[in-house]
């Protein structure tokens, strides 16, 4: 098989390597210039002092003295940010020197087309780089107010912003004790454990139903199959008021308005969704021919589902699980209706944090809750690749 041989990169003209550095230095301009009180002149420093290196690096200097010179820009951008912003502006001058020392060359040597086929025109390249950045946007917009409170959570203070001794990183600025709070206040430590006692046994609950569900839809004979399937799924698209206002007059009918096993059948029905879509999404490439081998071998039906389906749909049947488990665990307005005092959910207390109490510690809850979500995320990635390899979709 032929390969393709991709055409040799030469170093750009100055006319597009120059404006187009001088454009990226006014962009970041606009906040050093922001945080320094004039966004105009942070706008023209920018742009010149991009221009000024791209012109130094690409056009006067040979390639031979990338690395010294991408080393120099990160020095002198980060003496630049502590002049600026003392030390977290050196860290952040560092950053920017790290990265405009690679960008120039990336864009002064044409190194944004190497991993590019040859045959692609300026306009494409541009909407390729371009809809990576939109995207990476999209991404820092979702992700900041995440990444704001984790620090905040170590703030030695009782406030929700950042003090002057945690932007100077003065370790006098940061302390431990949200979290000893969180650990030692009986009140945080009630609605963890409820938590954790209502969470898995919905997490149960869902699994074995909606795994079920998904078996049974998944059966080309089953009549009505898209109408059951949006009955089902219906709780993850009912606006969350509506489901809650709905369950507490059905559970105050039924006298289970505030127990426990009122919390878990409710936060089951809103789990089972998530089951059913990830194991219906597993059961896509199941072979079945393995069961009709099985009950021709004379396995019985549940025999054939644990010794054949169930080794094959396990991940899909854990990453619904996870999926489950967080839902119930981070899940406050369903609590907030059909709950009770002494079963206050970790949410319904950082809820009540908000509202009442204006409570630091809710900082290193929601760093906690934040942490523990990675990790189960990261779990369900790492069984969806593990459900593609069994099934041959993807490379071993």
Not at 45 to 61: D, N
Not at 124 to 136: A, D, E, K, M
Not at 247 to 271: C, D, E, P, Q
Request: proline share 6%; aromatic share 12%; glycine share 10%.
């Amino acid at each position: 098989m032929s390969e393709l041989i991709l055409t040799p990169i030469a170093k750009k003209p100055a006319s597009f390597t120059l404006p187009v550095l001088a454009g990226a230095g006014a962009f970041a301009g606009i906040f050093v210039g922001a945080a320094n009180g004039s966004v105009l002149i942070g706008i023209l420093a920018g742009a010149i002092i991009m221009a000024a290196i791209g012109y130094l690096c690409v056009e006067l200097l040979p390639e031979a003295r990338e690395k010294p010179l991408r080393w120099g820009l990160i020095v002198l951008f980060a003496l630049a940010g502590l002049l600026l912003g003392g030390v977290p502006g050196l860290v952040v001058g560092g950053l920017f020197g790290w990265f405009f020392g690679w960008f120039t060359y990336w864009v002064g040597y044409g190194r944004y087309r190497e991993k590019l086929v040859p045959y692609l025109t300026g306009g494409q390249v541009l909407w390729h780089y371009s809809f990576r950045v939109i995207c990476g946007a999209i991404f820092v917009f979702l992700i900041t107010p995440i990444l704001v409170v984790m620090p905040l959570s170590f703030n030695a203070e009782d406030f929700f912003t950042f003090t002057p001794e945690m932007l100077r990183f003065d370790p006098e600025g940061y302390s431990l004790k949200h979290y000893r709070d969180f650990l030692t206040n009986s009140e945080w430590t009630s609605a963890v454990w409820n938590s954790v006692k209502i969470a898995p046994m919905a997490t149960l609950i869902s699994v074995g139903l909606g795994t079920l569900a998904a078996i049974g839809l998944s059966q080309p004979h089953v009549p009505g199959k898209r109408a059951i399937m949006a009955i089902l799924i219906s709780p993850m698209i009912v606006p969350l008021i509506i489901s809650a206002t709905g369950m507490y007059f059905f559970y105050s009918k039924i006298n289970i308005v505030g127990t426990y096993w009122g919390i878990v059948l409710a936060h089951a029905v809103l789990g089972i969704p998530f089951v059913i879509i990830t194991v219906t999404a597993t059961l896509v490439g199941f072979d079945r021919s393995l069961t009709r081998a099985a009950a021709n071998m004379g396995a019985d039906p549940v025999t054939t589902f644990f010794r054949v389906q169930m080794p094959l749909i396990l991940p899909g049947v854990i990453s619904g699980g996870l999926f489950a488990f967080i839902t119930s665990f981070d899940e406050v307005v369903v609590v907030l209706f059909i709950g009770s005092a002494e079963l206050q959910t970790l949410p319904w207390q950082m809820f009540t944090g908000l509202r009442e109490q204006i409570s630091p510690t809710i900082l290193a809850a929601a760093t906690i809750l934040v942490s523990i979500s990675i990790l189960l995320l990261a779990t369900v990635e790492l069984l969806r690749r593990r459900s593609e390899r069994l099934r041959g979709m993807s490379p071993g």
